[in-house]
């Protein structure tokens, strides 16, 4: 779930303008810390959440307890009333795959779902928004919170402002530069050593580090929801998959393999995070229609 950490709301005000500053400045320090491990190789590491139709109790667990799962199994094919989707361009990140290539991937696995991609504007329910390509992150998990259409990849409130109190080093999903984070741990511990700092660093990272990886998101959003609240209608749900990056890998070499692995996790509700051992499937994406449709928001 993203939040601001812990330390931010407890620290007193002038210690917290240290830190904003601080996370600023610092981008570019050496990790004091211990240094990044190796991710796993040959793994799809994948999350689902349906917020719209999992009872509360169900994702209560989910965001509490999540479950890790090795190899899960496919579940059962479960009948799923057909729906129409357009696709919207969310966030590309470093990618030489183009926007529309990751479309045609989708296209087929999506329709194992009973999702059918169309032209026609009378029929479309749902828009599902892509994000993908190569980026830093920590934790490749759907989050429980900031759901609305005016977030992305991370809420809105992270992704910057013209005031630096405004602006924190780390965000529990995506992590942060950890550079800048023991730096800014030194500090206030220099500053105040009775102040709870020392072992802020390693508390946040939690022995989860920022690392790189190849992200695929689709956040699906109810067409009917959208024209009645706009930028504050809330993802009926996100699927989110993720491969550590590997030596000379290219996000090309993987993504065909992530969506495949994914195709019975779309619009369901995983219990936890499932690793996947990357056998090096292939998919055929056949002659897939696809479509980007600007959607247009007031914001409310």
Known sequence: MLRFPVFWVRFPIFMRSCFALLSCLLLAQPV?????PSPRPNEIIISAANYAQTPPEVLAKLFRAPAELTDLPPPRPVARPLQHYQFLRGEVFESDLPYLEVCKLLVPVLGKKNLVNTFDQTKVSLVLRVSFGGRAWRDPFVRAG???????????????SASLAATPAWDERAGGDEAALYQTEQFLTELNPTGGAEGMADRLIGGMHTEDYFLVVVDAFEVATLRAKGNRA?????????VPCQGKTKFSDVAAAMIAKAAPYFGETLPGKARFTDREGTVTPGEPR???????????
Request: hydrophobic share 40%; charged share 40%; no cysteine.
């Open 234 to 242: 809330p993802r009926a749900w996100t699927t989110f998959i993720a």
């Open 290 to 300: 696809v479509i980007e449709e600007n959607v247009r928001l007031k914001e409310k």
């Open 146 to 160: 900031d759901l609305d259409w005016k977030h992305g990849l991370v809420p809105r409130r992270l992704r910057g």
């Open 32 to 36: 004091i810390g211990d240094a990044k």
